[in-house]
């Protein structure tokens, strides 16, 4: 394989993934395994002494939540930014189907979670937990089936699972806000204005993006709306440089310089220490009565069955109107399998539920479980699905015949 020259590095983080995404994915499944492990030995109670150290102001699980989950959110939103200016997402006819199956991918297991508890407005809190799509994870288990998945498939899920995070951002702002204290709201907003008006004046060092953005994360954290929000204005106000031809030129562009610099401490660093401080669950005494919980069951439902029939359902939709084609080499099954992965929650989910239920630690403790169950149905039959589907459409005419 031939070197990259000077001028142009390895592609952006998100297409280099398609790559080689086991690496973070699989770090990631070992960090939750080993949650799990130590929940359930005789470490447990060394465990949630150690998330539970207070170090300076806050805790340690509130510095991985709060505060390094702040930088894992300016990565998102340093991808949503290119994928929609420079990407996947750069044109309406390429947001249109993952745009559409991730808005059916989020109602639909929303609606699915609520009929389980419209009847406890304490549980109804969690209603956004299943809405959520762990790409590191998905994409994990494709690179596992390796050629078996054709490549468009992956930019699908990817381009899917970045909307689904804009989502999850925009829900988390509006849904799951402390209440507010209006002198630091106002304070955190002046502050994205400056971040603005660097940008407005084509400043391009990022160091006064990121000593703003710092700031702009303390004022917000003290607002009441969370913290994590404060990485994703703060990505939107770092500026891009796009080259025709070249979209993933590195030199001169402070978002691409930035998203490569956060890209392996996050993928394998950041994700799994929240992995490794959010999935413990302790499982002894599960019992039947336990996973039937309302709780519980509308979360892994929600994952398993809500995100398979709202992003199969919505993109089946769409290619039968003949709005999108199925995409290029992939047969309908295959875009079942990959709608499974969807219902992969896992890193998201888990924020969510944190959000949700953190002062009721049984809910919490539900809301995981529900988690890891979905989320490893959902793998485990998303990769069954295609490891045994077809590799090849017969035909390009069925790309909108019915499924």
Same mark, same amino acid.
């Given at each position: 394989m031939s070197r990259p020259t000077p001028l142009h590095r390895p592609v952006s983080p998100l297409r280099a993934f398609l790559d080689n995404e086991a690496s973070g994915g699989l770090v990631l499944m070992g960090a939750a395994a080993l949650a799990l492990l130590v929940a359930n030995s005789p470490l447990a109670d060394l465990y949630e002494h150690a998330l539970h150290a207070k170090l300076?102001? *806050?805790?340690?699980?509130?510095?991985?939540?709060? +505060? %390094?989950?702040?930088?894992?959110? *300016?990565?998102?939103?340093?991808?949503?930014?290119?994928?929609m200016l420079d990407g996947q997402l750069s044109t309406w006819?390429?947001?249109v189907l993952p745009g559409i199956a991730a808005a059916g991918g989020m109602l639909v297991p929303a609606l699915i979670f609520a009929a389980f508890n419209a009847g406890s407005a304490a549980t109804l809190r969690g209603w956004a937990i299943p809405t959520?799509?762990?790409?590191? /994870?998905? %994409?994990?288990?494709?690179?596992?089936?390796?050629?078996?998945?054709?490549?468009s498939l992956k930019v699908f899920l990817a381009a899917l699972?970045?909307?689904?995070?804009?989502?999850?951002?925009?829900?988390?702002?509006?849904?799951?806000?402390?209440?507010?204290?209006?002198?630091? *709201?106002?304070a955190a907003a002046? %502050? /994205?204005?400056?971040?603005?008006?660097?940008?407005?004046? +084509?400043?391009?060092?990022?160091?006064?993006? %990121?000593?703003?953005?710092?700031?702009l994360w303390f004022f917000t954290l003290r607002s009441g709306v969370h913290a994590t929000v404060a990485g994703v204005l703060t990505a939107l106000a770092v500026p891009i440089r796009t080259t025709p031809g070249?979209?993933?030129?590195?030199?001169?562009?402070?978002?691409?310089?930035?998203?490569h610099a956060l890209h392996l401490p996050v993928a394998f660093l950041i994700v799994p220490l929240f992995g490794l401080a959010n999935a413990g669950v302790y499982l002894g005494g599960l019992t039947a009565d336990k996973l039937a919980e309302p709780l519980t069951l509308g979360i892994a439902l929600g994952l398993l069955l809500g995100k398979l029939g709202g992003v199969f359902?919505?993109?089946?939709?769409?290619?039968r109107l003949g709005l999108a084609d199925l995409p290029a080499g992939a047969s309908w099954?295959?875009?079942l399998g990959v709608s499974l992965l969807c219902g992969i929650g896992f890193t998201m989910s888990l924020f969510v539920a944190t959000l949700s239920f953190e002062e009721v630690p049984r809910l919490l403790g539900e809301a995981k479980l529900g988690i890891l169950l979905g989320s490893l149905a959902a793998g485990l039959l998303g990769a069954l699905v295609l490891r045994f589907a077809p590799r090849e459409r017969q035909a390009a005419s069925r790309s909108r015949s019915s499924p």
């Open positions: 300076g102001p *806050l805790s340690v699980e509130h510095w991985i939540n709060d +505060g %390094l989950m702040a930088l894992f959110f *300016l990565l998102v939103g340093l991808e949503i930014k290119r994928e006819p390429r947001r959520a799509t762990d790409i590191a /994870f998905a %994409l994990g288990v494709l690179s596992l089936l390796g050629p078996r998945v054709p490549a699972a970045i909307i689904d995070d804009l989502g999850a951002v925009v829900i988390i702002a509006l849904f799951y806000t402390a209440e507010i204290s209006v002198p630091d *709201l106002g002046v %502050l /994205f204005g400056l971040l603005v008006g660097l940008n407005r004046l +084509g400043v391009r060092r990022l160091w006064p993006y %990121l000593l703003l953005g710092a700031v070249a979209p993933d030129r590195v030199e001169g562009s402070p978002l691409h310089e930035l998203e359902g919505s993109a089946a939709l769409l290619i099954l295959q875009l």
